[in-house]
């Protein structure tokens, strides 16, 4: 893993779903390799609809900050460059099907192809690898407070990236007791859980339900 270009990504968006209407307002990320930090990429993006009154209470993004910026559309090309190929790059994120769901949907809306670029999250492993004692939830300010991360989160892309990126670095110490120590195993032990699915008949739990998205 020490070759390894990982690219730590963070969204902020101005609402919970794609599929709703709500767009990017945000992208952070940080590349590294060997621990080593190759670049950061930040911008904003114009969402192209105003932001919700309580989006901007939890983000500080107003409409005055993004309407003279550009469209997700004018930022993927620069994004893709600094991303780099899906052969030599993986993804890592805190809850990365919220941010890969904006970025998958706005890429095929606007024309381009997603690259299918390998992705690590960082609240699956964390459940995996610490017990509740050490994190009673998964979330990314605790486990940034737990692996005590230079950055704190605060719901902006860059330095919730790296916080995501702090607690990467921290997890990571952590596998060898688990016995990972490539890619690959890295990959399949950071896959997602499949739970057993409920009989109908069964009205599901409060255990079973899941829980809502938050990065935080």
Not at 154 to 168: E, Q
Request: net charge negative.
């Amino acid at each position: 893993m020490h070759d390894t270009t990982f690219v730590v990504v963070d969204l902020e968006t101005s609402g919970g779903a794609p599929h709703l209407g709500a767009g990017i307002t945000e992208i952070g990320a940080v590349k590294v390799r060997g621990g080593e930090v190759l670049g950061e990429f930040r911008t904003f993006v114009n969402p192209g609809h105003p932001i919700p009154a309580y989006i901007t209470a939890l983000t500080g993004i107003t409409d005055e900050m993004l309407y003279q910026e550009p469209a997700i559309s004018e930022i993927f090309p620069t994004f893709f460059e600094f991303l780099g190929s899906d052969k030599e790059t993986v993804l890592v994120a805190q809850n990365a099907p919220f941010d890969l769901s904006f970025l998958t949907h706005a890429a095929r809306v606007h024309g381009f192809t997603w690259p299918k670029y390998p992705v690590l999250d960082t609240a699956i492993i964390a459940r995996k690898v610490l017990t509740r004692d050490e994190a009673p939830n998964c979330r990314l300010a605790t486990l940034a407070e737990f692996f005590g991360a230079t950055t704190t989160p605060n719901h902006r892309a860059l330095d919730d990236a790296k916080a995501t990126l702090d607690v990467f670095h921290g997890l990571l110490e952590r596998l060898g007791s688990f016995d990972i120590y490539t890619l690959e195993e890295l990959m399949n032990f950071g896959k997602r859980i499949k739970k057993p699915k409920v009989p109908a008949t069964t009205p599901p739990t409060s255990a079973q339900e899941p829980e809502p998205h938050q990065n935080q």
